[in-house]
């Protein structure tokens, strides 16, 4: 009898202990992450792709893209804002949330803060109790969008700015947005710190070390204990998100989502591309309907900045009703459409897999984890494996595909370095992407030409880690949508005078009216001279910076002169072009009344690197 129950026991104890290997094998054996990794949050924030920019403020009154910070608070009149009309259109589109530029350099605050006086209490609109902040929020609740908010920390209209008391005023509006205005998404923190400015009317130079000055660590503390699950964009590399690098909304390929790589201090930072939906900048211009990216262009943008594992933030300005521009939305739509069209057939979804090897020949791990569906689900050989291991899904029919999208499991890392595509045609493989690198949370991989297959076969040449891949798609790249209801050019578009008598005896400056954007002038000089042939009358004039990546003598601040005989010159407008390293576009500068002259003199103050000055196009303002 106790020897039949210790064989009971012994049963018993085998069955449990074999239940535990196998649960281990299927729950534990999962790999070791590699290196950082990111946050439930950065998860979530990537999976959101594209979301849109607001910029909307004392700028869309002056023509300005940074302001002075001396603006009247009495400038800001939207004559029919319309939170809705803008945030419906992002939802048509596709996107995922917006952020909207709560206060700019110029330091006008576009909430009732208690933290300033310049803010939109001072504004006649809504008659002083206004809040831009608190309508768009309820609008995209309604809309099912996340919102997010962006905060200069450069203000360049507070008196306080540089010094100690200041850091108490802008905590104090963080504390305010990311307490009265529900889940904010994403905070934002410009990059552009200190300069020139108006501070309480000081009027001078103020700059100041951005990690010291303000901070960032004690500033991340209070967002994480006002909105843990906030995204925090800059912030010195403090915050979870960086700039992708150019505001022309691509980021560089590889893409990797991390810094300090391969130390002790390595740390998981995705990155976020951004750029606007017009090429006037930022902010509403005057004559910017004409100047709207195709649904083409931007469907290479999100190419090249969510095909590239970042995120997107597209930006869409308010224009002094406080609405977008008609053809921004047009374009928006029809891009919007292209883009469900890229991602409407995965001819590789529920296709069959094989693989050169499977982790512990579980299910857990299987290769057709890449194909069912499921981002969280993926395939993934043996930990000694980081070498030319592969995998192979065969479709239960040809299809014609030229854009391939894979994934990594991120959440134990970015691990894959390099990787090749290949398509059995003919009877043979035959290579369609021999060139990847890094795939990460993301990559689209638009080939040179259509592919018609029914296996294709993705091989992890080399990685940091054993691969973990939960997607291999397989899609084909949408022709272009024509937007719709566009405007023409209206009667108020701006143009410019006549080229054809102007003349100069500086060597070789006709390339700086040329009308090419793609030629520039450049001397050593501070400045051009030019001989309008005749007397003209103009109201302005327009500054088009090189386009060639070249900072060398880009002026950044000058001086606009006119003269009668070419002797006796009279000063009609000074200033900076703001932000031109980073979106070298084209200033429109407008002056107080029009004025006759026969000459003309453009003065290069400063310029980005170097010395003397240059011009990719110079034109009068009719």
Aim: charged share 25%; aromatic share 12%; proline share 5%.
């Amino acid at each position: 009898m106790i020897r039949s129950r210790l064989h009971i026991v012994l049963g018993a104890i085998n069955i449990v202990a074999c239940a535990l290997v196998a649960w281990g094998d299927s729950i534990t054996s999962a790999p070791a992450p590699c290196g950082a990794v990111p946050t439930d949050q950065q998860v979530n924030w990537l999976r959101m792709e594209w979301y849109a920019f607001v910029h909307f403020g004392i700028n869309t009154y002056t023509g300005k893209e940074w302001g002075y910070g001396d603006e009247a608070p009495s400038l800001f009149v939207p004559s029919d804002f319309n939170a809705e009309i803008a945030v419906k259109a992002f939802k048509q589109a596709g996107m995922a949330g917006m952020i909207y530029t709560a206060k700019h350099h110029d330091g006008f605050c576009l909430w009732p803060t208690k933290s300033t006086k310049h803010n939109i209490t001072k504004s006649p609109w809504r008659h002083g109790k206004g809040d831009v902040v608190a309508e768009f929020s309820k609008v995209c609740k309604k809309y099912g969008l996340k919102f997010g908010t962006y905060l200069s920390p450069w203000d360049r209209n507070n008196a306080e700015y540089g010094q100690p008391g200041y850091l108490k005023v802008y905590e104090r509006q963080i504390r305010e947005l990311l307490t009265n205005y529900g889940p904010i998404f994403e905070i934002w923190f410009d990059g552009a710190n200190g300069g020139d400015g108006y501070y309480g009317g000081a009027k001078e130079v103020r700059k100041i070390s951005g990690e010291s000055y303000y901070n960032f660590p004690r500033i991340v503390k209070l967002i994480r204990s006002l909105q843990p699950d906030c995204i925090i964009w800059g912030a010195n590399k403090n915050g979870d998100v960086q700039w992708g690098g150019s505001e022309r909304g691509f980021v560089k390929y590889p893409c990797w989502n991390l810094v300090n790589m391969d130390s002790p201090l390595e740390k998981w930072i995705s990155l976020e591309a951004d750029t606007t939906i017009n090429h006037a900048g930022w902010f509403w211009h005057e004559g910017q309907a004409s100047k709207v990216k195709s649904p083409g262009q931007l469907m290479k943008v999100y190419m090249e900045s969510v095909g590239r594992g970042a995120n997107l933030i597209l930006n869409v300005a308010l224009d002094r009703r406080g609405q977008p521009d008609a053809a921004d939305l047009a374009s928006l739509q029809a891009f919007g459409e292209m883009r469900r069209r890229l991602l409407a057939k995965d001819y590789a979804l529920g296709a069959s897999a094989t693989a050169s090897e499977v982790r512990g020949d579980v299910e857990q791990f299987s290769a057709k984890k890449v194909t069912d569906g499921n981002i969280e689900t993926y395939w993934c050989p043996e930990d000694n494996t980081t070498k030319n291991c592969w995998i192979e899904i065969k479709l239960n029919k040809p299809a014609t595909f030229d854009v391939v999208r894979l994934r990594e499991q991120i959440r134990l890392g970015q691990r894959v370095k390099k990787f090749r595509i290949e398509a059995f045609v003919n009877g043979a493989w035959q290579s369609i992407d021999d060139s990847g690198e890094t795939i990460g949370n993301q990559v689209l991989r638009h080939l040179s030409q259509p592919v018609t297959t029914d296996c294709v076969r993705l091989t992890i040449v080399d990685a940091r880690a054993c691969p973990c891949i939960s997607e291999f798609s397989l899609l084909r790249y949408p022709d272009e949508i024509s937007p719709n209801d566009a405007p023409a050019p209206s009667a108020g578009e701006m143009s410019y005078l006549s080229t054809d008598k102007w003349t100069s005896n500086m060597k070789e400056a006709k390339k700086a009216w040329d009308g090419d954007d793609s030629t520039y002038w450049q001397s050593k000089k501070d400045r051009l001279v030019i001989d309008l042939g005749e007397e003209c009358q103009f109201s302005g004039f327009c500054y088009l910076p090189k386009q060639n990546n070249d900072h060398q003598s880009m002026t950044d601040r000058y001086r606009f002169e006119i003269s009668m005989d070419g002797k006796k010159w009279k000063e009609v407008a000074s200033g900076e072009f703001p932000n031109i390293r980073a979106n070298p576009i084209r200033q429109n500068v407008t002056f107080p009344q029009s004025v006759r002259a026969r000459f003309v003199r453009f003065i290069g103050t400063s310029s980005l690197e170097g010395s003397g000055i240059s011009a990719a196009e110079l034109n009068l303002i009719k």
